[in-house]
């Protein structure tokens, strides 16, 4: 197995947006080869030079505290300065469930009796709310603590297209389920055109709902995705400060 | 109290280095080794947020040199020679009266 780099614990433990991340690295990087070089100079061994660069120049946990208060996003200092940090996630899921599901609630109260289906809508307010919940928490890691790192990224994303996808078929299935009661009933009614337009309506607004709900879930993480593909952008740079790096990593650096 | 004047020497130290011209992080490190004759030493990269607080303040500017490799440089501003000089006139002071208090306690 290849031994790891000895800055990518580092990598992993700091919490700060990729750019920050990849400028310190660089820096460290740059600073250990360049110190194990001039130790070298004043007669150290290769393997002692860089055992000695490495135990100057990488931080400790207690220096990667303080640089990522120092690095991290306005709206982390301002929450951690109100103690609001712990709670700000939670908080932001509340407020944004509860609008989003709030507004859901009012579409289908507007929207008038939707009759048999009226389950399946009742379950979009659900979808809509969980969508606000993890369009937020997504939100949060990028705002609040400024590093949404790419497997978390791609659970939420995963997580959101799937609720996209659930909105929809509900939205289908609830369409299908007034069409197919509609039919039974405009049957019974030799196809009168004012039950003809009330069926119709009915259908609309199931699948309007659905479709709303997926747009909603779509739409929001659209106005996300500029940040996630720069901070994406970064991290295939720091993928590639690792492979190319010359600090090159052997068992003999991990102390 | 001991906390903030330490961060405050420290400081003072990066700044006093750059003073002679601009240098990398792992330079500073051994030029405040060298100057103080091993009595101030930074270790475990704790420079890197001292140097990242003083860019912050204004009090140096860092540069990103370097042909295909990135390599980070630090140089003191204007700003950061006025801090400079007034850290040092004051920790000039504090440490007079901690020297003259000491002393009287030698004498007793």
Redesign the interface.
């Known amino acids: 197995m290849r031994p790891e780099h000895p800055l990518a614990d580092v990598e992993r433990s700091l919490a700060v947006p990729p750019r920050r991340r990849l400028d310190l690295l660089e820096e460290v990087d740059a600073d250990t080869e360049a110190l194990q070089a001039e130790l070298e100079r004043r007669g150290y061994g290769p393997a002692q030079a860089r055992r000695a660069a490495l135990r100057q120049t990488v931080p400790g946990t207690e220096t990667l505290a303080q640089l990522e208060a120092q690095h991290a996003p306005p709206l982390n200092r301002w929450a951690r300065r109100t103690g609001w940090i712990d709670r700000a996630e939670r908080l932001g899921i509340v407020v944004a469930t509860g609008l989003a599901g709030a507004v859901a609630f009012t579409t289908i109260l507007r929207s008038g009796p939707l009759g048999s289906a009226a389950v399946l809508a009742w379950l979009q307010v659900i979808v809509v709310a969980l969508l606000a919940a993890n369009w937020t928490r997504a939100a949060k890691h990028l705002w609040v603590a400024g590093d949404l790192r790419p497997d978390l990224r791609r659970q939420l994303w995963e997580r959101q297209i799937g609720l996209v996808v659930l909105a929809v078929a509900l939205g289908a299935l609830g369409a299908a389920w007034e069409g197919y009661s509609a039919y039974e009933a405009l049957a019974a009614e030799d196809f009168a055109v004012p039950a003809i337009g009330d069926a119709v309506r009915r259908i609309v607004s199931c699948a309007a709902l659905g479709f709303g709900a997926a747009i909603f879930g779509l739409f929001g993480w659209l106005a996300i995705t500029p940040r996630l593909i720069s901070d994406e952008t970064i991290e295939r740079r720091i993928s590639a400060f690792f492979t190319g790096s010359r600090l090159t990593p052997t068992s003999s650096t991990r102390r | 109290m001991q906390a903030t004047l330490s961060k405050r020497i420290n400081e003072l130290l990066v700044l006093a280095v750059l003073e002679r011209g601009p240098a ?4 500073i ?2 030029s405040v080794e060298e100057r103080t004759e091993g009595a101030f030493s ?5 420079l ?2 001292i140097l ?2 003083l860019e ?1 303040d204004g009090h140096v500017r860092g540069k990103w040199g ?1 042909e295909g ?4 440089t630090y140089e003191l501003t204007d700003d950061g020679r006025a801090e400079l000089a007034a850290g040092a006139a004051q920790l000039e002071r504090q440490f007079r009266v901690l020297l003259e208090l000491f002393a009287g306690t030698h004498a007793a």
């Open positions: 990398h992080g792992y330079q490190a051994l930074f270790q475990h990269g704790t890197y947020p990242h607080r912050t370097g490799r990135r390599r980070k």
